[in-house]
């Protein structure tokens, strides 16, 4: 989304990232206690009574969290207000309540200086486009609803992470099969909002759990890097091999994006995790007549494997998880998600990322297939050809950069819905993108060989 140039509340450069992933930035430069407020007085404008509010564990929480709750009991709203969870939790808390709408306060995989508002309207949805737009015109409009002392709103304190377990627990099909299992399985929750609801569920499942980072830190720093990357689960990866676990699940600090693990392969790339739910969901697929899924154009190619064996058709949005959540309901799709370890299962009231989704179908397919371990359902998968590379804005043109890819693979099907994405006659594939929640520019390849994939690299001038 673009914001106005003249417009000191928005325009703080790389500071602040206004998109359809909300708006974040960077404390105290991108985000500082006056727009913090002007945001959220904007918010409460354009918003109902009922408003579900959530955060992660990032140090700055509190201050956002305080400045928006007091903001919006000015306005005459009702909050409740469940503290600590996942951002599916808040959006799975908001439909559960049938509120009018929500607030995670997170930066999700944003290093700790970075802190955010994810705005969530009825039915647990993030906003869409129009709703962003409305927000954006509400802050430059500086708008003001608050009300008098007689009218100002009230809150409550409720436990939403207990909800969102039955909920999940609800749509799975074989838990006598599961719980039966006992698997033992690794957590990493990064110390973050998902540190006590993937252990709850876990546990709820039969699964002895084995927690890494899943306390919280003195001073609400992370212990690792937030975001989930084979180099930052490391110590994860190790556990899940030196444990024997069946399995491994690490997240993000909302716990929105979820990486597995196993014995033998320790930390598996993320773009695994939405083909490894999925195959909890063979039967229901199965039985369907024509069922579509809906991925981002930045996903890797694994998921149409397993989608194509179920009889399954893969269709293809913009990235973010907004942009899927509107095409998986526009299409009626039974399952969607993103690359980045995100699932999404309308059945569940979170109806976006989830990663406690996520890893209890990733169980049910494997308890469904007797298998011990993770590692059986690997070897069912394809091999992965795949780079994700970055650029610093600041130090390019994104018009040249498509410019150079158009002319480097000339004979090649463009296609522009988001940024710039062409598929080479071998079936490679190339999408170029500015981030949504990071000042930055993202270039991802992959091919059906490594070889292929080394050649493409070796064009654009990206390293291994």
């Known amino acids: 989304m673009q914001t106005n140039p003249n417009d000191p509340m928005l325009d703080r450069g790389k500071n602040l990232m206004v998109s359809i992933s909300g708006i974040r930035g960077v404390i105290p430069e991108g985000l500082d206690p006056v727009n913090i407020v002007q945001f959220s007085l904007a918010f409460a404008s354009i918003s109902g009574k ?15 969290r305080h400045l928006l709750t007091g903001t919006l ?31 995670m ?37 500086r708008r003001n609803p608050s009300v008098g002392y007689q009218q100002m709103g009230h809150i409550a304190e409720k436990d939403g992470v207990w909800d969102h377990i039955r909920s999940v627990l609800s749509v799975i ?59 930052a689960l490391q110590k994860f990866g190790d556990a899940v091999k030196k444990e024997k676990a069946a399995a491994g699940f690490a997240l993000d600090p909302d716990a929105d994006r979820l990486v597995a693990g196993s014995p033998l392969r320790g930390t598996i790339n993320e773009e695994y995790t939405l083909p490894l739910a999925l195959m909890g969901l063979e039967k ?17 190619d694994l998921t149409e494997s397993v989608a194509v064996k179920f009889g399954a058709k893969v269709i293809r949005s913009a990235v973010g998880e907004a942009n899927v959540v509107e095409m998986m309901r526009e299409k009626n799709a039974v399952y969607g998600g993103e690359g980045n370890g995100g699932v999404i299962l309308p059945d569940v009231p979170s109806f976006g990322r989830d990663t406690l989704t996520g890893a209890a179908f990733i169980l049910s397919a494997m308890a469904g297939r007797d298998a011990e371990n993770l590692d059986e359902l690997m070897d069912e998968l394809p091999d992965l050809y795949m ?36 598929t080479l006659k071998d079936g490679s594939w190339i999408h170029a993108r500015p981030s949504n929640t990071e000042p930055i520019m993202r270039i991802i390849a992959q091919s059906p060989t490594e070889s292929k994939l080394k050649e493409i690299l070796s064009k654009l001038s990206v390293s291994e």
């Open 387 to 422: 780079k994700k590379a970055k650029m610093e804005i600041d130090s390019i043109s994104v018009e040249d950069v498509y410019a150079n890819i158009k002319h480097l693979f000339s004979d090649s099907d463009e296609d522009t819905t988001d940024g710039l994405r062409i």
């Open 284 to 300: 229901k697929i199965k039985s369907l007549n024509h069922p579509l899924i809906v991925l981002n154009q930045s996903t890797a």
């Open 50 to 64: 009922k408003i579900v509010i959530g955060n992660d564990a990032r140090p700055t929480g509190p201050i956002l």
């Open 73 to 103: 009991l000015a306005c005459g709203k009702e909050i409740i207000d469940i503290g600590l969870a996942p951002t599916p939790t808040v959006k799975a808390a908001v439909a559960l309540n049938q509120a009018d709408a929500g607030v």
């Open 173 to 231: 099909p074989n838990l006598d099969e599961i719980r039966k299992k006992q698997y033992k399985v690794v957590v990493d929750a990064v110390s973050g909002a998902g540190r006590e609801a993937l252990p709850k569920l876990l546990q709820e499942l039969g699964c002895s759990v084995i927690p890494i980072f899943c306390e919280p830190t003195s001073d609400g720093s992370f212990p690792r890097p937030p975001e989930p990357t084979p180099s």
């Open 105 to 141: 306060i997170s930066a999700s995989h944003n290093p700790p200086e970075w802190n955010a508002f994810k705005f969530i309207g009825p039915g647990g949805f993030f906003f869409d486009h129009a709703q962003s737009a409305e927000l954006i015109k509400a802050v430059q409009e």
